[in-house]
């Protein structure tokens, strides 16, 4: 990724730093989500602020602190950063996709991937092998062609015709 942090500089729509990132955001939300349960609830913030913790594997009241300090308006690579200072600091393990998504969005994903990915069999195995090879053996013809013609015409260059051009 460039140093602009652009979405666009990212080859792959999803890789880790971006699995990572809504994990973490995930994360804050559910916090952020218990908070606002705990207030409609007229529940205690800090007894919240406790279970979230107890949710995520956090210490109390982090959640509580993280929202009343949360940055705005950061970059691509600040957020990405930011949140791979916090998954270190932090027990959370390795973020996955699958993880990060209900089971209806993981059965969209896996219809869309079959529908638009078709198998392979054997033939058509054979076929790309058969294919490459006769690529690499028209290199192969070609290259030879190519250097028999060249010696063919090497006298062209000796000849008073092109020594005078």
Known sequence: MSPTGSPEDRSSPVDTDYV???????????????????????????????????????????????????SSGLTYAEITAYNHERRELEPWGEAEIADLLDPVALKQIDDWRKSERVSWNRSDFAVVGLAGLVGALANLYDSQIDATVLDGLAWLKKSDLMRQW
């Not at 916090?31 to 956090?58: D, N, S």
């Open 20 to 70: 990572r990132n809504l994990d973490a955001l995930t994360r804050d939300l559910d916090g952020i989500e218990a908070l606002a349960a705990a207030a409609l609830a007229a529940a205690a913030l800090a007894a919240a602020a406790l279970a979230a913790a107890a949710l995520a594997g956090e210490s109390s009241g982090q959640d509580s602190r993280r929202v009343r300090e949360s």
